[in-house]
């Protein structure tokens, strides 16, 4: 099964289910899911949320949750800006200067609260939480077919910022747990999988070291900070300030 039919598989599934919850409907999306509250509590459970002074996150629904975990436990949270149409493609959300954590967690709530800060103003990440589709018990990650999560990590991987041991997880119905087709080179993988019923390590390997401009393609137009990094193709150095 190719990723886009398994895509079709699992938003099926979970509407079918009556696991989906709102936004509906659940495909073209990354789909909420009934128990994403309990999934958040258990990633907040593990050791490594414990020892993550630093959060990214994705902004979809089901990991709104984890994104008022993080504040309410005093971590800095980053959310990218969708597309990473800005130049200042980051919003930083500092629990010490929010006075409503449930508003500012929401889509509009991030860009009302959160300071626009380009990737050389943010802090070394210790945990990134994506959302998924679809994912494997082996980490790897199916989105919606956009890829712009994986693309966010490139930037990040750019400045420094995150690496092979920065923390990678997703929170996920069940019902997404599953088989997958094998990843590209610049997919990440994924060293936590959280459901409201288990905790899987997955032991995953390495993470991309760089940009995979050939991929990008005429998407860097379209997004300043890879124009910014663009240069570094002529060197032949993926992944700019690595």
């Not at 309990?38 to 949320?49: H, P, Q």
């Not at 959060?55 to 949270?77: E, S, Y």
């Not at 288990?198 to 379209?222: F, H, N, Q, Y």
Request: hydrophobic share 35%.
């Amino acid at each position: 099964m190719d990723k886009q039919a398994l895509r079709e598989r699992i938003w099926d599934d979970l509407e079918e289910s009556g696991e989906a919850r709102f936004p509906f409907p659940p495909h073209g999306r990354i789909p909420n899911f009934a128990g994403a509250d309990a999934a958040a509590d258990r990633l907040a459970a593990t050791d490594e949320w414990q020892e993550a002074e630093t959060v990214k996150a994705n902004p979809d629904a089901p990991q709104l949750p984890v994104r008022r975990a993080a504040l309410r436990a005093g971590k800095t949270l980053y959310v990218a800006v969708p597309r990473l149409r800005d130049e200042q493609c980051f919003r930083r959300l500092d629990p010490d200067a929010v006075d409503d954590y449930d508003a500012a967690t929401t889509v509009s709530g991030i860009d009302e609260y959160g300071a626009p800060v380009g990737p050389d103003e943010v802090e070394t990440v210790d945990l990134i939480v994506s959302g998924s589709v679809a994912v494997s018990e082996a980490g790897t990650r199916i989105g919606k077919g956009e890829g712009y999560s994986d693309l966010e990590f490139a930037v990040l991987r750019a400045f420094g910022l995150v690496g092979d041991d920065t923390v990678t997880a997703t929170t996920v119905h069940e019902r997404q747990v599953v088989s997958v087709p094998p990843s590209a080179e610049h997919d990440v993988p994924m060293d936590l999988v959280v459901t409201p019923e288990r905790t899987v390590r997955t032991g995953a390997g390495a993470k991309p070291s760089g940009i995979d401009w050939a991929a990008l393609g005429d998407r860097v137009e379209e997004m300043p900070v890879f124009r910014r990094l663009e240069p570094d193709r002529d060197t032949g150095d993926p992944g700019g300030e690595t």
